[in-house]
């Protein structure tokens, strides 16, 4: 039976925590939200943390797995991605690549893995909603599917199903 993670990209933030406008728009995606989840997932970041909380508060459900992290969601080299994104002049991953193709390589794999851990700890049919960043939800993306995806705008997401071993990605925009 299929498995899905819906990924989504933090809202608008000033360093590591939500700006008025960023705490308004979580509120409003996760009005819209479908809910039925089994396991809510943050990157470890505040702003994750932030927008995830404020997206199951207006969805008013209660998640039986409750609200975990993931660190390794989030990126142990985040200055070197920013460096990549201003010689790339682009958050594409695949401007990233040839900006920094060891990076995207290695980090890919490491945040695909976490993913695959999401997925683990999902029961047959179960689905999670997992609030991370920007280009390393792409980069998990790629690692766990195959997948090169275009940048999630904040707040944007992607849905990835798993199920046989096989994985689709649908867009959430």
Request: glycine share 12%; proline share 4%.
């Amino acid at each position: 039976m299929a498995k899905e993670i819906e990924l989504r990209r933090h809202t608008d933030a000033d360093e590591d925590i939500l700006t008025a406008e960023g705490v308004a728009a979580a509120l409003a995606i996760g009005a819209q939200l479908q809910g039925g989840y089994h396991l809510a997932v943050s990157s470890g970041a505040q702003r994750a943390t932030q927008t995830l909380a404020c997206f199951l508060a207006a969805l008013g459900e209660q998640v039986p797995g409750g609200v975990v992290v993931e660190p390794g969601l989030r990126s142990q080299v985040e200055d070197r991605w920013r460096a990549a994104y201003q010689k790339a002049g682009s958050g594409a991953l695949g401007a990233l690549r040839e900006a920094d193709p060891e990076l995207v390589s290695e980090d890919s794999e490491r945040l695909g893995a976490a993913l695959r851990r999401v997925l683990d700890a999902l029961p047959d049919g179960g689905r999670a909603l997992v609030v991370g960043h920007s280009p390393t939800n792409e980069a998990a993306v790629l690692g766990l599917t195959g997948e090169v995806m275009p940048p999630l705008a904040k707040g944007g997401g992607v849905r990835v199903l798993a199920g046989d071993d096989r994985y689709r990605v649908e867009s959430l925009e």
